[in-house]
């Protein structure tokens, strides 16, 4: 444990350095790269907005932040899987010739994944502003989901990157498991229009309490119950659980898959 | 027990197994027929086995053998980048890998961008590498190229870049497999004279070259490994005489 820690600090400079060239590649060669990641979620948002509350007449006040707020919170973590994947079989080259902690590879992604929604919340400041919706002092507790959520992606992104270098399908399959996740999530829908056996099954779904989560403490002033906290971190532990024990356990042998 | 003949690395009983069938794993629905055919992790190629000797402070450490001996194999071991199937490796100090050289470059940065790069691969901190910045570059005598990308690097140059980078601290530990060989004369004079210095500084020396005359100019113990096993270890003299009668 504390030879784990001296390592990581020593490593930390590597970590900081990859996540600044994923920064510089994003949003410095393009001078449109923050712009863009501020607007595509707003142009996503009036497609929703179209769509979900002209059309399909789903009965949500304020359904541009109800979106946009999930939206931002799915993509995070849909993000920061997705781009842990490959991030063990990327770093081949360097794994196979230097000693590198190989945490740091995920980790990498994960974070680069938090900084842009770190950005896209600026989307979502744009929101609140344009349609004067009030600000109440719950949105300071907006740290607590943002850690709930960084934390259960973290887990999982680790149990991915490690899983994949042995199963390459992984690859594919986990576009499909995301696009299910997500329509599971109640992102564009109010959770109220289902069924109740299917609410429950909702209610299953840790990305449900972090989304949810998040539009109380901003949209409707409200501090989620001690009883919310506690499966959104069971959720958070859990996953960070098992994705270190795996991962530990398989790292030994990437060097031989990849 | 006294200070001088502390190890500062033991290697126990290492044996290393490289999967040969890696492709095979590629798709769950195969993994799951060679499951149950109980095919899986059969076809291994042992690269080491068996491997032990201990290596005390500031010894210099040579590795001789033939091609595939597993040279390679167990310097990656010792420094941390292959864990061994079986048996342990333990270290005691900082490591200074020279295995591959610039293995951390990226070849689309330029010179600075890598130094800083590698740099931090190896674990130094930015400020650190801020202060030795000019030194590295005037090692590696790049002063002209610093911000010139390193895909458009001689081998040379790179060699020079990632030996400078990689010896800018001087190590507890210093392994060198057979980089000696590339680079022109004067580089190879300079990286000789290099490691020298930090051998009378106390570093501890594992050495791997193809010329006989330099192991057994610079080490003072020799293992002889035959097919991933040790056919020989000892003094230099000894194991080089032996060794030599082989190969001539
Ligand atoms: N990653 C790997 N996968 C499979 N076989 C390997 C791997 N690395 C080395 N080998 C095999 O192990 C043997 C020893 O290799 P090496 O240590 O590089 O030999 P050398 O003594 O020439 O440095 C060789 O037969 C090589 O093919
Ligand atoms: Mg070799």
């Given at each position: 444990?504390?030879?784990?820690?001296?390592?990581f600090?020593?490593?930390?400079?590597?970590?900081?350095?990859?996540i600044?060239?994923d920064i510089k590649?994003?949003?410095r060669?393009?001078?449109?790269?923050?712009?863009?990641?501020?607007?595509?979620?707003?142009?996503?948002?009036?497609?929703?907005t179209?769509?979900?509350?002209?059309?399909?007449?789903?009965?949500?006040?304020n359904?541009?932040?109800y979106?946009?707020?999930?939206s931002?919170?799915?993509g995070?973590?849909?993000?920061?899987?997705?781009?842990?994947?490959?991030?063990?079989?990327?770093?081949?080259?360097?794994?196979k010739?230097?000693?590198?902690?190989?945490y740091?590879?995920?980790?990498?992604?994960?974070?680069?994944?938090?900084?842009?929604?770190?950005?896209?919340f600026?989307?979502?400041?744009i929101?609140f502003?344009?349609?004067?919706?009030?600000?109440t002092w719950?949105?300071?507790?907006?740290?607590v989901?943002?850690?709930?959520?960084?934390i259960?992606?973290?887990g999982?992104?680790?149990?991915l990157?490690?899983?994949t270098?042995?199963?390459?399908?992984?690859?594919h399959l986990?576009g499909?498991?995301?696009?299910?996740?997500?329509?599971?999530?109640?992102?564009?829908y109010?959770i109220?229009?289902?069924?109740?056996?299917m609410?429950?099954l909702?209610?299953?779904n840790?990305l449900?309490?972090?989304v949810?989560?998040?539009?109380d403490?901003?949209m409707?002033?409200?501090?989620?119950?001690l009883?919310?906290?506690l499966?959104?971190?069971i959720?958070?532990?859990?996953?960070?659980?098992?994705?270190?024990?795996?991962f530990?356990?398989?790292?030994?042998?990437?060097?031989?898959?990849? | 027990m006294?200070?001088?003949?502390?190890?500062v690395?033991?290697?126990?009983?290492?044996?290393?197994r490289f999967n040969?069938?890696?492709?095979?794993l590629?798709?769950?629905?195969?993994?799951?027929?060679k499951?149950?055919?109980?095919?899986?992790?059969?076809?291994?190629?042992?690269?080491?086995?068996?491997?032990?000797?201990?290596?005390e402070?500031?010894?210099?450490?040579?590795?001789?053998?033939?091609?595939?001996?597993?040279?390679?194999?167990?310097?990656?071991v010792?420094?941390?980048i292959?864990?061994?199937?079986?048996?342990?490796?333990?270290?005691?100090?900082?490591?200074?890998?020279l295995?591959e050289?610039g293995?951390?470059?990226?070849?689309e940065?330029?010179?600075?961008?890598?130094?800083?790069?590698?740099?931090?691969?190896?674990?130094?901190s930015?400020?650190f590498?801020?202060?030795?910045?000019?030194?590295?570059?005037?090692f590696?005598?790049?002063?002209?190229?610093?911000?010139v990308?390193?895909k458009n690097?001689?081998?040379?140059m790179?060699a020079?870049?990632?030996?400078?980078?990689a010896?800018?601290?001087?190590?507890?530990?210093?392994?060198?497999?057979?980089i000696?060989?590339?680079?022109?004369?004067?580089?190879?004079?300079?990286?000789?004279n290099?490691i020298?210095?930090?051998?009378?500084n106390?570093?501890?020396?594992?050495?791997?070259?193809?010329?006989?005359?330099?192991?057994?100019?610079?080490?003072?113990?020799?293992?002889w490994?035959?097919?991933g096993?040790v056919?020989?270890?000892?003094?230099?003299?000894?194991?080089c005489?032996?060794?030599?009668?082989?190969?001539?």
């Amino acid at each position: 444990m504390k030879t784990d820690v001296k390592n990581f600090l020593k490593y930390r400079y590597l970590l900081f350095n990859l996540i600044s060239r994923d920064i510089k590649v994003k949003y410095r060669r393009s001078v449109l790269g923050l712009v863009w990641s501020i607007l595509n979620p707003l142009l996503m948002m009036l497609v929703m907005t179209a769509v979900f509350s002209q059309i399909f007449k789903f009965d949500i006040p304020n359904f541009p932040l109800y979106y946009l707020i999930g939206s931002t919170v799915w993509g995070f973590f849909s993000e920061a899987t997705n781009s842990c994947i490959m991030s063990i079989l990327s770093a081949s080259s360097l794994i196979k010739k230097v000693y590198i902690p190989k945490y740091i590879f995920p980790l990498e992604k994960i974070v680069f994944a938090f900084v842009n929604m770190l950005f896209s919340f600026i989307a979502v400041a744009i929101i609140f502003a344009i349609t004067g919706t009030p600000l109440t002092w719950t949105a300071l507790l907006i740290p607590v989901p943002m850690i709930y959520t960084l934390i259960f992606s973290a887990g999982m992104g680790l149990l991915l990157s490690a899983l994949t270098v042995y199963f390459r399908d992984i690859l594919h399959l986990y576009g499909v498991i995301l696009t299910a996740w997500m329509y599971f999530t109640p992102i564009f829908y109010p959770i109220n229009a289902l069924p109740e056996f299917m609410q429950n099954l909702i209610k299953i779904n840790p990305l449900y309490h972090y989304v949810s989560y998040t539009r109380d403490i901003l949209m409707y002033n409200t501090v989620p119950s001690l009883e919310t906290n506690l499966i959104c971190i069971i959720y958070a532990l859990v996953s960070l659980f098992v994705g270190i024990v795996v991962f530990k356990k398989l790292q030994k042998n990437f060097i031989l898959y990849i | 027990m006294n200070i001088m003949s502390k190890n500062v690395i033991e290697v126990n009983n290492v044996t290393m197994r490289f999967n040969m069938s890696k492709e095979n794993l590629d798709s769950l629905k195969e993994y799951f027929i060679k499951l149950v055919k109980r095919q899986l992790f059969f076809e291994q190629f042992t690269a080491l086995s068996n491997v032990s000797f201990n290596i005390e402070k500031g010894d210099v450490f040579g590795i001789v053998g033939f091609n595939g001996a597993g040279k390679s194999t167990i310097l990656k071991v010792i420094s941390g980048i292959l864990q061994p199937s079986e048996g342990s490796v333990k270290i005691d100090g900082t490591i200074a890998p020279l295995i591959e050289l610039g293995a951390g470059f990226d070849m689309e940065l330029t010179a600075r961008e890598n130094v800083y790069l590698n740099g931090t691969v190896l674990g130094l901190s930015p400020d650190f590498i801020d202060t030795k910045y000019d030194e590295i570059i005037d090692f590696a005598e790049l002063q002209d190229f610093q911000d010139v990308a390193v895909k458009n690097f001689s081998s040379g140059m790179l060699a020079r870049l990632g030996f400078a980078i990689a010896t800018v601290v001087t190590p507890d530990i210093l392994i060198v497999d057979e980089i000696l060989s590339v680079g022109d004369f004067l580089f190879q004079q300079k990286c000789e004279n290099r490691i020298s210095e930090m051998m009378k500084n106390g570093t501890t020396v594992i050495i791997v070259s193809h010329s006989i005359e330099q192991i057994e100019k610079l080490c003072n113990k020799v293992i002889w490994l035959e097919k991933g096993k040790v056919k020989m270890l000892g003094e230099t003299k000894e194991v080089c005489d032996a060794y030599k009668s082989v190969t001539k």
